[in-house]
């Protein structure tokens, strides 16, 4: 079982930058897994964000590509979400995902991004 722990969601006007963090915990051997960001928003579905394999390769949605950066610190066992230029549609729960195929698939509890004036 791998715990995670996001941080760093809030209130941020359109056009303002946000930077979440994943945290798993100690002990874990994080270098193994895919990290990725998901995002869910009232009365719809979970969307991929973006994802960072265990070699550092990434991929993003259409609607964040150029405006977000998802990067990783495998030896603080974190995942980063640097989120710019945010608009009032990017509003949702983030959530942070840990998995390794085919078995392996973890969630944090999630966090509240709101892009609003």
């Known amino acids: 079982q791998v715990q995670l722990v996001e941080s760093g969601g809030g209130l941020v006007q359109p056009g303002g930058s946000l930077r979440l963090s994943c945290a798993a915990a100690?002990?874990?051997?994080?270098?193994?897994?895919?990290g990725g960001w998901y995002r869910q928003a009232p009365g719809k579905q979970r969307e991929l964000v973006a994802v960072?394999?265990?070699?550092?390769?990434?991929n993003y949605a259409d609607s964040v590509k150029g405006r977000f950066i998802i990067s990783r610190d495998n030896l603080k066992n974190t995942v980063y979400l640097q989120m710019n230029s945010l608009k009032p549609e990017d509003t949702a729960v983030y959530y942070c995902?840990?998995?390794?195929?085919?078995?392996?698939?973890?969630w944090g509890q999630g966090t509240q991004v709101t892009v609003s004036s």
């Open positions: 100690s002990g874990t051997i994080f270098d193994i897994y895919d």
């Open positions: 960072i394999t265990s070699g550092g390769s990434t």
């Open positions: 995902n840990a998995q390794k195929a085919p078995l392996l698939n973890y």
